[in-house]
């Protein structure tokens, strides 16, 4: 998975004409497909951001099946800016499923941070770099035209007070509000691993 999420960090950091690509590659994983198809709509990258009316999009929305002895969970999306410059404000999960949710983020240990927890093994990245994770106040913005992946080990919607464990193959919705694109909704499906 970490294969996956590299390669479209990698994508995403040449080019905003991107954006579309990222778009057509959700729900399969062709991401690492992709890689050499931009080279024209790169020169197209200026006006991606003329065409009117492109909504916020997000897209391969999951979240980690949680074990029985924690009542915590993870969901993870990537959201790709629309015309304008927007923020995610909130995200709302319906009672049946958690209590609440937060946006979270990764920050390496001892960056100085009060607010921040310790983060449990269960959702260890693998490395041995100690990182906390903490709320992400404010809103998380989402620039015009750019891909902000929330993935393990960095952005995620945090679940807190889960109703039960997230077994694999259920899904859920999760309400996400925008401060410009106001409320969208979407379909979270609990996996393993990432799609
Ligand atoms: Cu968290």
Partial sequence: MFTTTRT?????????????LLGAA?????????????????ETAGAAADSAGDAIAISGAWARTSPSEVDTGAAYMTITGGT??????KVE???AIAGMAQIHEMVPAGGGTESSMA?????????????VMQEVKGGLEIPA?????????????MLMELAAPLKEGST?????TFDKAGEKTVNVEVRTEAP
């Fill in 119 to 131: 983060m449990g093994s269960t959702d260890s990245t693998g490395g041995d770099e100690a990182m």
């Fill in 145 to 157: 035209g750019k891909t902000v992946e929330l993935a393990p080990g960095g952005y995620h919607v």
């Fill in 93 to 95: 999960v319906p009672s």
């Fill in 172 to 176: 859920f919705d999760l309400t996400l």
């Fill in 8 to 20: 479209r960090r990698l994508l995403i950091g040449s080019g905003l004409a991107l954006a579309g």
């Fill in 26 to 42: 959700c729900g399969s994983d062709s991401a690492s497909t992709s890689a050499g198809t931009n080279t024209t709509e790169a």
């Fill in 84 to 89: 304008d410059d927007d923020s995610l404000l």
